[in-house]
């Protein structure tokens, strides 16, 4: 069975948030959820390097892990890993044929981001694996992936304005909705996040009885290496101040952050009993890897950053990165963007330009995502013009590899070209080069 002959057709039901239809789909199929122990993770951004982290050290601590994460780049065999590698399509293809089989004709139909949660459920209790790392797909407290009654811990990594047409239109109404994966008397770990989000955090999390750990960001002590200090907390007994040190392989100031919280949950799992060393954690750390996100890469002999960046927060963290790489003699910057037509582009545009880059606008490839509208070529580039009217250059193109062939043929080897604005055109980058 080809995967996508099953999965497209769904995408017409689009993003229908609501619980009601995972959980009868899981009672038909044995209620596989209730045999996975979980750690659930929702964040505006920051959440899939959480879980990359946590999958990498609970793997390398030799525990059987699955982990459960989206969008995918390339290929749907991404979202759903078992200790590190990716399912097989025929693997996931025959848990689609089991979740098909248990869908009534009497049932309201199931969206496509559900008929693949459901699969993720099936195959990490078919697997026996004995810790799943489930990221939230949207929001949270109606995400398909909230169902399970006892996470291990639940972490929220930040909140910013992202998704607001579906989760409410301030950071308040947002935080309330990932606030919703929390469960009462679990822990949860938290980032830093806005004082108006994180009132109404702390006020779920007292409402439930959730101990609640905000450990500070880590502290680069070299190129690439990170040292966090313990947290403390007397109901786990996490006294010790000692000072962990570990690899920092994924780029960028945010993953002092990032990491932080991921070491943060790995100490509550040991107070629960879990056996995880503190050789577990450096090696883990060490491997840890996640594509696509302020990734390096050589094209057409020009080194290319490729990062999603879909939304304020995330610019403003590329940005901050791009200006770390040369403090005293900052180069101008060659931009390849596309967006979704429903994103914050002045904000993010905002965050971006900067006098005498030079921006290339290129549509995201949507053939596969109908329901979704690549934002019009034309307004960006006017939009972008009345923000930053010193860029040095502004074109738009046709599609991805003519706009890198535009931006790499005046461009020398050193100068910066960064492909960003969404994941999906990302993974258009690595889909086209893996041909």
């Not at 994460?69 to 078992?82: F, G, K, N, Q």
């Not at 979740?99 to 004709?105: D, L």
């Not at 995502?369 to 939009?383: E, I, V």
């Amino acid at each position: 069975m080809d995967i996508d002959s099953v999965i497209q057709p769904l995408q017409r039901f689009g993003v229908h948030l609501g619980l009601d239809r995972i959980l009868n789909l899981l009672a038909n199929l044995g209620n596989p959820h209730h045999q996975v122990p979980v750690i659930h993770v929702a964040g505006t951004n920051g959440k899939g390097s959480v879980c990359a982290y946590l999958s990498s050290v609970l793997t390398e601590a030799g525990y059987r892990t699955g982990r459960y994460t989206s969008p995918h780049l390339v290929d749907w065999t991404e979202r759903i890993c078992l200790n590190e590698q990716p399912i097989s399509s025929e693997e996931l293809s025959q848990l689609f044929q089991q979740v098909q089989a248990v869908i009534r004709p009497e049932d309201e139909s199931a969206t496509q981001f559900e008929v693949i949660t459901a699969a993720a459920w099936l195959y990490f209790a078919q697997a026996k694996v004995d810790v799943a790392v489930i990221e939230v797909g949207l929001g949270g407290r109606l995400d398909a992936t909230n169902v399970c009654l006892e996470p291990l811990v639940t972490i929220i990594t930040s909140i910013s304005r992202e998704h607001w047409q579906q989760l409410g239109p301030t950071v308040a109404d947002i935080a309330r909705e990932k606030a919703g994966i929390l469960k009462s008397g679990c822990a949860v770990v938290v980032g830093a996040l806005p004082p108006e989000a994180e009132k109404v955090v702390r006020s779920r999390a007292l409402e439930l009885q959730c101990p609640i750990f905000t450990p500070q960001a880590a502290r680069q002590i070299a190129t690439g290496w990170a040292e966090y200090e313990r947290i403390q907390n007397s109901k786990f007994k996490i006294q010790n101040l000692k000072l962990i040190k570990y690899p920092l392989p994924l780029a960028g100031q945010i993953q002092l952050a990032n990491s932080a919280l991921a070491i943060a949950a790995l100490e509550i799992l040991q107070q629960q009993g879990w056996q995880i060393s503190e050789e577990a954690i450096t090696n883990g750390m060490a491997k840890t890897k996640w594509p696509g996100r302020m990734q390096w890469t050589t094209w057409n002999n020009h080194k290319l950053l490729l990062d999603g960046a879909h939304n304020t927060a995330a610019a403003q963290v590329l940005r901050q990165y791009v200006d770390s790489l040369d403090e005293v003699n900052p180069k101008p910057v060659n931009w390849v963007m596309g967006m979704f037509s429903d994103k914050d582009h002045a904000d993010i545009f905002t965050a971006l330009l900067r006098p005498g880059d030079r921006l290339f606008l290129v549509p995201i490839p949507i053939e596969s995502w109908p329901g979704r509208t690549s934002a019009d070529l034309d307004y960006l580039a006017n939009l972008a013009d009345s923000l930053c009217p010193q860029l040095s250059d502004r074109q738009i193109h046709p599609d991805l590899f003519t706009a890198l062939l535009a931006a790499t043929s005046t461009a020398t080897t050193d100068d910066l070209i960064i492909v960003c604005g969404s994941l999906y055109l990302v993974g258009d980058f690595f889909s086209a080069i893996a041909l």
